[in-house]
């Protein structure tokens, strides 16, 4: 229901619509240099839905990835994210992932495409662990809020039902806060991609 409803969202701005590992995404809504020029301006709104996303459970969930990824995970508290990269034993890339702690799990954003391969990589791992990892890539939209105005249009954004919604320009980069979009709770975070810095909304 709510990704059909995002694709007639999508549709009435004029989007041209492609197919990334089996969802519905916009590829452009008017020319590649008008979009730049916009978000240069003020902000610019990406679908990345099509972005992996896990999720991993469990007493030993984080102490796990805290053993199999480059970054130091450990001491990470709800409301926290680190960037860090998966790697073989022989230091091959197997994905560079953002890992945000939640209050009861992690949850693992990875590369377009490759949720599949590092969910089979984490749980290669698992022997007598308490672990669990569920991906949840179709079930949460995710966007991409970037440019100069893009915190100032988030604060408005959420404002009429989050009354005490904070700067978000001044949050750490990859912390996230939640919050609500209208009647839509949210899970909003500081990052960054190719686009530069910005904010990242994963809708429940």
Known sequence: MLEST??????????????????SV????????????AVRRYAGFFDLSHFGKLRVTGADALDLLNRISTNDLGGMRPGMGKLSFFATEKGRVVDLCTVYAQQESLLVRTSPNNSEKVKNWIE???????VRVEDVTKSFPM?????????GFLKEFAHSSY????????????????????SHEVFLSKTNFAMGNGYLLLVN
């Open 124 to 130: 290669k791992f698992i022997i007598s662990e308490d």
């Open 143 to 151: 966007f991409f809020v970037a440019g100069s105005a893009a915190p």
């Open 163 to 182: 009354k005490t919604f904070l700067d978000v320009g001044k949050m750490p980069r990859f912390n996230f806060i939640r919050t609500f979009l209208g």
């Open 6 to 23: 995002l694709i007639e969202m999508h549709q009435r701005l004029g989007a041209q619509m492609v197919q990334v590992d089996g969802i």
């Open 26 to 37: 916009p590829l452009k809504y008017t020319s590649v240099e008008e979009e730049y020029a």
